[in-house]
């Protein structure tokens, strides 16, 4: 036992289950084991309700509407904006700002604040373990204004190799990394890298996508410019995401798209922008999402999300021992091995089996997994894979769905064996 | 609902297991076309030689899942020695195996003429890959390998 298995896990899964519908249902008429969370999470009662009823009871237009029901609507809205702003402790709740999810989050910085702030030949650092959504945006960019691209390696450990970060650093002006990777579950330590970035004169975004629905993050701590993450991560909804970033930097940023909501005036002649954060919210926003997220964040909080943390490096702990336990040098895994740095996803390979084929077989016993790039292709590229299988926890899983794995992967090494 | 041995049927495990054609040609004479699918990184590479109208020679390398690199090795032996003519009719009677049909079938006349067209093409072990269809996300495993030959012998007629 490791210090990090005595970690008190007072997450009661079984309890957990139940608020989940999906989670009662029997796939080939097996109990569902859902592993696939660092893709989407599942949606617990409280988030179903609270849409539903705002459909079914407030479903207006939001912002300027007179009547009850509009300011209801409005209402819940905007104090769902309060309750995420909350709960990655940011200033003011106007820092918050809307958005489709965490890829349209990111898109929002590289469409508004880059543009208006990089130059040709300025460099920004990315790192080989970003998603696809922290990497195409700034080669889109670097094709339109000849920016330049430049990459934090891994070690052998898959973490980031952070031996030539100042040189990296030298003039840049951004560096954008992922809290959390999606595939290696690598978390990386946003708050010295921050400091490093902000010496050099860089400005900080931090894909939190996977952090945020795993850990307490807090952005002032991490002293970020921009963090990024997405409701259905989270227990929430799809189609809401949230892009948190400065206020004065806000303040400054051109907005992204143009039309409703993101006006204080229009003539014939133009346009005066709406203040902060509705400037960056234009047309009839996801309303009921927007209700559904603010439910999701407080049914996170409720559980409080050290001790959802805490749960995760125990299941994790315990899955990666019976892997290593049960499948020894057959399986590869893809991730660091010291739980204190790693989060709930688990990538690897088996012997001569693809991904595809496991996922295939696996499925046959109700079990959900990914198979295949995971929108990192970069990564697998220097990971010298064609692609992965993820099993990916959450807090409902527990101990059994670990097992159900294991027992479907023995199943599976047996229907391909050579 | 289908179950895993309509998918891997013996015939497609023994393919993957100990693909056919398996290896690589001198370029040239021999052509090489890559094919791939963003989706899985599923990866099918073949090495043609056609001479005159006959595809005289075939390899095939690439990696991939069971499905997509059983069906390479499955195109390999059925279109290895066959006129190119014959090769691309394999490819649309393999694809209209898959349910994938290359023009919009509008009316009874073009079912007819497909029909028509694939009179007589035998599919042989290649119809172990059925299986497929019932399994709809991994109907471009199994179709990569024909793509790509389609491609390659595409590009050895424009050359």
């Not at chain 2, 001479?51 to 499905?67: E, P, R, Y």
Request: aromatic share 8%; charged share 25%.
């Amino acid at each position: 036992m490791s210090a990090d298995r005595t970690i008190d896990d007072t997450i009661d899964v079984a309890r957990i289950k139940a608020d989940f519908p999906i989670l009662k249902q029997q796939v080939h008429g097996k109990r569902l084991v859902y592993l696939d969370s660092a893709a989407t999470s599942q949606k617990p009662l409280a988030v179903l309700d609270a849409m539903d009823r705002y459909y079914r009871e407030t479903n207006a237009n939001v912002h300027r509407g007179v009547y009850t029901i509009a300011e209801q609507a409005t209402q819940g809205f905007e104090s769902a904006r309060g309750k995420v702003a909350r709960f990655v402790n940011a200033r003011e709740t106007a820092e918050i700002i809307y958005v489709r999810n965490a890829t349209e989050a990111i898109n929002l910085v590289a469409y508004s604040w880059a543009r208006a702030n990089l130059r040709e030949g300025d460099p920004i650092v990315l790192t080989h373990m970003e998603h696809h959504a922290n990497v195409v945006p700034w080669q889109i960019l670097a094709a339109e204004r000849g920016v330049e691209i430049r990459w934090i390696p891994l070690t052998a450990d898959f973490r980031l190799d952070l031996t030539n970060l100042a040189e990296l650093l030298d003039g840049a002006k951004l560096l954008a990394v992922s809290a959390m990777s999606n595939v290696l579950g690598t978390i990386n330590e946003i708050r010295p890298l921050a400091d490093a970035a902000h010496a050099a004169g860089a400005h900080v975004l931090v894909d939190a996508c996977q952090a945020v629905p795993h850990l307490a993050v807090d952005v002032q701590a991490w002293d970020a410019d921009f963090v990024a993450f997405s409701a259905h991560k989270m227990c929430g909804p799809t189609g809401i995401g949230a892009l948190w970033a400065r206020r004065e930097l806000l303040d400054a940023m051109p907005p992204f798209m143009g039309g409703g909501e993101m006006i204080n005036q229009v003539t014939l002649d133009g346009f005066v922008p709406n203040e902060v954060p509705w400037k960056f919210e234009a047309g009839t926003p996801a309303i009921a999402e927007a209700v559904g997220f603010g439910a999701a964040v407080d049914y996170l909080s409720e559980l409080g999300m050290e001790a959802v943390r805490a749960h995760e490096v125990q299941l994790t702990g315990y899955a990666l021992d019976r892997l290593e336990q049960r499948f020894g040098d057959h399986l590869t895994i893809y991730g660091p091995r010291d739980l204190a740095v790693r989060g709930g996803a688990i990538s690897f390979l088996f012997d001569g089996i693809h991904a595809h084929d496991i996922s295939q077989v696996v499925d046959e016993e109700a079990i959900c997994v990914r198979a295949g790039h995971h929108c990192a292709k970069p990564l697998m590229k220097v990971l010298g894979v064609p692609a992965t299988t993820r099993a990916s926890f959450y807090v409902y899983n527990d101990e059994a769905d670990a097992d159900a794995l294991v027992d479907a992967l023995e199943r599976a090494e047996k229907f391909f064996a050579f | 609902m289908p179950g895993l041995e309509d998918l891997y049927r013996e015939i497609i495990l023994d393919h993957y297991r100990a693909p056919r054609n398996r290896g690589e040609l001198p370029v040239p004479p021999a052509h090489k076309v890559e094919g791939f699918n963003p989706l899985c990184g599923d990866e099918v590479v073949l090495y043609l030689v056609v001479d005159g109208d006959t595809v005289t020679d075939l390899k095939i390398s690439g990696q991939g899942c069971s499905i997509s690199q059983a069906s390479t090795s499955m195109m390999s032996a059925a279109v290895k020695g066959k006129s190119v003519a014959e090769a691309r009719r394999l490819i649309r009677a393999f694809k209209a195996l898959m349910s994938i049909h290359e023009s919009k079938l509008e009316g009874e006349a073009d079912g007819d003429a497909l029909a028509a067209d694939l009179e007589g093409v035998r599919l042989g072990d290649l119809e172990a890959l059925q299986g497929v269809v019932k399994f709809p996300v991994r109907i471009k495993c199994a179709t990569l390998a024909w793509n790509t030959l389609q491609q390659g012998l595409d590009e050895v007629e424009s050359s």
